[in-house]
């Protein structure tokens, strides 16, 4: 019951703010002149609309409790390998190797996370997935650029299937007191992360000077510093929802929105290499689930094991 | 041919159709990439790249409902009058144009069904290659029929239609689709020209679809 009302306080935060950044979006449009339109305010309001709608998927899944975040991030889990899987090196020899990846390792990560089988889920896809889809390649006997395809696809997994899968297992932790906290501890990771990526963003084009990686992303030091100050202070104001302390709490935010950072960066890098954009259009004015969820990706094993140190 | 269907077999073919679209979305997420035209409502025939079955339902899943509804895809008699459920998937649910593509079975001119469904204004999906490229070459040699119908219908505009990714997704002798992400280019449209001859229309027609394959597929 606590749990809920929380929930509806977060979302009504959020809600504000949304619409506060509705308001001023159309007050820009209306200003542009008459059958014109400026691609930058098109831009900002296609990407508050996908917003919207991913708050309030993300709500109601947090209202319906763990089994529907559980299927919600198995579902993210999917969509993110096949965008990741559409662009790394395959060939035929390796086509019952995907299709076990896809149907059989992906769903059982998620069957081991949800019956909270914590020995099973963090060794699955590092160990054995590891040793078995290399196996399975190689049967089929074609050496073309084996180790690239094999290391690519174990890649593909690590980053779609066990990573985001340690979102969900934060509902595992149960923080001393409390089951239903850890439903509200997703919810703190997440707007955490997404706020210092926002902030990042706004910062770095409003006064960031120092680029950390130029011939990668337009990230500067001063907006990845604003980034993580914001998180921290975001962090620090929801520590009510968590089972840390003010100053932990900060601590925890500051921690998931740089390991996030730097997420970010290195998905970069793969776009780069790819020569992609964006990893799909799924998601209007967004791009692919990769795109908007990179950061929560490189975030999540780090916040669910310093979480579970924590916690003791 | 839905006109002298019955309304039960209208609806039930409505229906699979869009639950085809669906899987079709779901699982592979299919998106249409308009870099040569708009999805407007223009009579036209997409001629496109053939490695899998699965080449016309994508195809046909990207077409927006007003457009999907007058175009009518061009396909092997023999393959979909095969058994009941494929004549219904065929003719009904995709509203195929049947041709026979078999020389010593036939009896009237393959070329006739189709240039009737281009006198009534449907617009047309069709793979000029004539089977499946099983080959490691992007396309295999064009047949003449685009030719044809740029001929007698000069206004029709030919678009060539990329399907990317589908020989990674169910390639042949595999059982399972993988759940990639196929993408559907619509390039810019082509016409015969004015004293173009057959080989060098057909040509220029397999440059323009080859153009808008992404690398890897190449």
New interface residues.
């Given amino acids: 019951m606590e749990t809920t009302t929380n929930i509806l306080y977060l979302f009504g935060g959020v809600v504000a703010v949304l619409s506060a950044l509705t308001v001023v979006g159309e007050a820009l449009r209306g200003r542009v002149a008459p059958g014109r339109s400026n691609p930058v305010v098109q831009t900002f309001l296609t990407r508050l609309m996908s917003w919207w709608i991913m708050v309030i998927l993300f709500t109601i899944t947090a209202l319906l409790g763990p089994i529907a975040l559980m299927l919600l991030f198995a579902f993210a889990s999917f969509a993110a390998l096949r965008e990741f899987l559409t662009f790394t090196d395959k060939r035929q020899a390796d086509h019952l190797s995907l299709a076990l990846a896809f149907f059989v390792i992906l769903p059982l990560q998620y069957v081991f996370v949800g019956f909270d089988l914590t020995g099973l889920f963090t060794v699955f896809i590092p160990v054995y997935a590891f040793l078995l889809l290399p196996i399975v390649s190689a049967l089929r006997g074609d050496h073309n650029r084996f180790l690239a395809r094999v290391a690519e696809t174990q890649w593909a997994l690590m980053i779609c299937v066990y990573c985001i899968s340690h979102v969900p297992a934060l509902l595992n932790t149960k923080p001393e007191g409390d089951s239903g906290q850890t439903v509200l501890l997703i919810v703190f990771f997440v707007m955490v992360v997404q706020i210092g990526d926002l902030m990042e963003y706004f910062a770095g084009r409003r006064f960031g000077r120092r680029q950390i990686a130029p011939t990668l992303s337009p990230k500067t030091l001063e907006g990845m510093v604003t980034g993580i100050a914001c998180a921290a202070a975001t962090g620090a104001i929801l520590s009510w929802i968590t089972p840390f302390g003010i100053g932990a709490a900060a601590a925890m935010a500051a921690l998931a929105s740089v390991t996030g950072m730097f997420g970010n960066l290195v998905f970069a890098a793969i776009k780069r290499d790819k020569g992609v954009k964006d990893w799909s259009h799924l998601i209007p004015g967004q791009g692919g689930f990769l795109d908007q969820l990179d950061s929560v990706i490189f975030a999540a094993p780090v916040f669910y094991h310093v979480t579970l140190l924590m916690s003791g | 041919m839905t006109r002298q269907t019955p309304l039960y077999r209208w609806i039930a073919a409505r229906f699979t159709g869009h639950a085809l679209a669906f899987i079709a979305r779901f699982i592979t997420?299919v998106?249409a990439e308009w870099r040569g035209i708009e999805p407007v409502d223009k009579q036209r025939v997409y001629f496109a790249n053939h490695v899998s079955n699965a080449d016309m339902p994508m195809i046909w899943t990207v077409l927006p409902h007003h457009m999907r509804a007058k175009t009518r895809p061009v396909a092997a008699a023999d393959y979909w009058l095969k058994n009941k459920l494929r004549a219904f998937v065929g003719p009904e649910v995709f509203n195929c144009v049947l041709v026979d593509r078999r020389p010593e079975a036939r009896t009237d001119d393959p070329m006739a069904a189709i240039r009737e469904a281009l006198d009534e204004g449907s617009s047309l999906i069709i793979f000029p290659e004539g089977n499946r490229n099983m080959t490691d070459d992007p396309l295999l040699p064009f047949r003449a029929g685009l030719y044809n119908m740029g001929q007698s219908h000069p206004d029709v505009d030919l678009v060539p239609t990329w399907v990317a990714?589908l020989t990674?997704i169910m390639?042949k002798g595999?059982v399972?689709p993988?759940?990639?992400?196929c993408t559907v280019t619509f390039g810019a449209p082509i016409h015969v020209g004015e004293d173009e001859d057959k080989d060098a229309f057909l040509k220029r027609a397999a440059d323009a679809l080859v153009a808008l394959a992404p690398?890897?597929d190449l």
């Avoid at chain 2, 993988?178 to 992400?181: E, H, T």
């Fill in positions: 997420a998106r990714n990674t390639p595999e399972i993988l759940p990639l992400i690398e890897r």
